[in-house]
């Protein structure tokens, strides 16, 4: 079950929802990431392997949301416009 303290999810591990699909590096694994959820929609959560912060983000066009995660151009403008990634 998520929780929401001080607007941050956080998901407690014991709960009964578990992840459909996880992927341990979406970096070295985006092509495959990107194929197998062509078209799809849905919810994803981004964990930072440094402190196990959570981004819980959602998409109604899987390849087009990531395809952005993946542009370099969009994450700059993302980061000067002020908006969170």
Known sequence: MFTKKKNVLTFNSNSK?????FYKNSFLNHSNLLKEN??????YRWIDI????SYIGRFIN??????EYYN???LI????KGNSL
């Open 62 to 67: 899987f390849t087009r949301r990531f395809q």
């Open 38 to 43: 062509r078209n799809k929609i849905g919810i």
């Open 72 to 74: 370099i151009n969009f």
């Open 50 to 53: 440094i402190d196990n912060k």
């Open 17 to 21: 929802f578990k992840p459909f699909i």
């Open 77 to 80: 403008n993302q980061i000067l």
